[in-house]
């Protein structure tokens, strides 16, 4: 039974008061918004959660297990020790305590450090967690040095309205970063886990007292992370965690050194008398800013300086995206419409060529030198 339908059924629990009966719902809502994308939680007995903006702004369980890879990864010190200073639910804490020997989460909401005081140990009793109910601003006035600082800013004002400029975040940690760093260890890292809405360089140029590594990160080409990690040497990675094999690594400086070549139709793949096929990079990439580099390591054509739809005449296998073959064919009745730096919106190009959505060819919108073109195809 679905949370909306049980709590139509108050009359059946008068045995609870309207406390529990509260906290009643908020469990099962809980469970069910969260069952696939923290599987681990789902399974443990008496698990509780918190309130319905915590769960869904909380950590997967696939993206928190990712940022414990990177930190095992970071090469930091023997006797580890993490301080997350954004507690939350307590998602990313908990799996990025696995890479440390010591933990101490903090969160102002007492609510919320009552929740994970009661999940910490159901999860792992192993793990040494101290829950701390403060401020990260006050904890911080007696902290110690820690090889880890971890923050996960919130992204909403007083009024609940969602802020998208990193100083306007709560902690402002470009404010923050000189505090932050006299709490580090010798070669202690901090990590930010920010919106996938900020834009990466004026997020890196806000806190350019340290040098960051980026991270791009997706699931099911959707980005849902941005990660910025101090310490290292600036490099940025795109990674579709359902496809980690194609992870794509890259500088700044790689990017703004390539050259991707834009020829005009008449002279490109199109005018050869060979199958072409189109490629479009993952949604991590795209966020990245590769548009260049892309093309020049796979060896493609970029269809226009902006557009970031790519050719070629043989397929390049292990592309990071979606792939699609050209075809003679005009789509008859049903498409999928794709419209890409092109002067109609997929509605009403959809309207334009009488189609309906669905079946398996697709008509792809976009401009190729400067000239709206139509391509028909289908998915390699």
């Given at each position: 039974?679905?949370?909306?339908?049980?709590?139509?059924?108050?009359?059946?629990?008068?045995?609870?008061?309207?406390?529990?009966?509260?906290?009643?719902?908020?469990?099962?809502?809980?469970?069910?918004?969260?069952?696939?994308?923290?599987?681990?939680?789902?399974?443990?007995?008496?698990?509780?959660?918190?309130?319905?903006?915590?769960?869904?702004?909380?950590?997967?369980?696939?993206?928190?297990?990712?940022?414990?890879?990177?930190?095992?990864?970071?090469?930091?010190?023997?006797?580890?020790?993490?301080?997350?200073?954004?507690?939350?639910?307590?998602?990313?804490?908990?799996?990025?305590?696995?890479?440390?020997?010591?933990?101490?989460?903090?969160?102002?909401?007492?609510?919320?450090?009552?929740?994970?005081?009661?999940?910490?140990?159901?999860?792992?009793?192993?793990?040494?967690?101290?829950?701390?109910?403060?401020?990260?601003?006050?904890?911080?006035?007696?902290?110690?040095?820690?090889?880890?600082?971890?923050?996960?800013?919130?992204?909403?004002?007083?009024?609940?309205?969602?802020?998208?400029?990193?100083?306007?975040?709560?902690?402002?940690?470009?404010?923050?970063?000189?505090?932050?760093?006299?709490?580090?260890?010798?070669?202690?890292?901090?990590?930010?886990?920010?919106?996938?809405?900020?834009?990466?360089?004026?997020?890196?140029?806000?806190?350019?007292?340290?040098?960051?590594?980026?991270y791009v990160i997706a699931v099911k080409n959707e980005v849902k992370e941005l990660l910025l990690l101090?310490?290292?040497?600036?490099?940025?990675?795109?990674?579709?965690?359902?496809?980690?094999?194609?992870?794509?690594?890259?500088?700044?400086?790689?990017?703004?050194?390539?050259?991707?070549?834009?020829?005009?139709?008449?002279?490109?793949?199109?005018?050869?008398?060979?199958?072409?096929?189109?490629?479009?990079?993952?949604?991590?990439?795209?966020?990245?800013?590769?548009?260049?580099?892309?093309?020049?390591?796979?060896?493609?054509?970029?269809?226009?300086?902006?557009?970031?739809?790519?050719?070629?005449?043989?397929?390049?296998?292990?592309?990071?995206?979606?792939?699609?073959?050209?075809?003679?064919?005009?789509?008859?009745?049903?498409?999928?419409?794709?419209?890409?730096?092109?002067?109609?919106?997929?509605?009403?190009?959809?309207?334009?060529?009488?189609?309906?959505?669905?079946?398996?060819?697709?008509?792809?919108?976009?401009?190729?030198?400067?000239?709206?073109?139509?391509?028909?195809?289908?998915?390699?």
């Amino acid at each position: 039974m679905s949370v909306a339908n049980l709590a139509l059924q108050r009359s059946k629990y008068k045995h609870l008061s309207d406390d529990e009966w509260r906290w009643f719902l908020q469990q099962v809502d809980g469970r069910e918004r969260t069952a696939d994308k923290l599987p681990a939680f789902a399974a443990i007995e008496d698990w509780w959660y918190p309130v319905r903006l915590s769960c869904e702004q909380c950590s997967s369980e696939a993206t928190a297990r990712y940022k414990a890879q990177i930190c095992q990864r970071s090469g930091l010190s023997a006797d580890r020790s993490l301080l997350d200073l954004t507690g939350g639910y307590g998602v990313d804490t908990l799996f990025l305590s696995e890479a440390f020997d010591r933990t101490d989460y903090v969160e102002q909401n007492d609510e919320l450090c009552r929740i994970a005081g009661h999940n910490f140990p159901l999860f792992d009793k192993r793990r040494s967690i101290s829950v701390h109910n403060a401020s990260a601003e006050d904890f911080l006035k007696t902290a110690g040095k820690y090889d880890l600082l971890f923050l996960d800013p919130a992204r909403r004002d007083h009024h609940g309205g969602k802020v998208f400029r990193l100083a306007d975040c709560t902690p402002n940690v470009v404010e923050l970063l000189p505090e932050l760093c006299a709490h580090l260890t010798e070669n202690g890292r901090i990590m930010l886990k920010l919106s996938p809405m900020l834009d990466i360089t004026q997020a890196t140029k806000e806190l350019s007292l340290l040098l960051w590594d980026v991270y791009v990160i997706a699931v099911k080409n959707e980005v849902k992370e941005l990660l910025l990690l101090s310490g290292g040497e600036g490099q940025i990675t795109a990674i579709d965690l359902d496809k980690p094999e194609q992870a794509f690594s890259f500088t700044r400086e790689e990017e703004s050194n390539s050259e991707a070549v834009c020829q005009p139709e008449g002279q490109s793949v199109f005018s050869q008398a060979k199958p072409v096929f189109l490629y479009e990079p993952n949604a991590a990439i795209l966020k990245a800013g590769a548009y260049k580099l892309i093309a020049q390591r796979f060896g493609l054509h970029k269809l226009d300086v902006n557009t970031h739809l790519y050719a070629s005449c043989q397929l390049v296998p292990h592309f990071p995206g979606r792939v699609w073959r050209v075809t003679d064919a005009n789509a008859n009745a049903t498409a999928n419409i794709i419209c890409r730096n092109y002067p109609l919106t997929p509605d009403q190009l959809k309207k334009k060529l009488h189609l309906r959505d669905g079946g398996t060819a697709y008509v792809i919108g976009c401009r190729v030198a400067g000239k709206p073109t139509l391509f028909y195809a289908e998915r390699v």
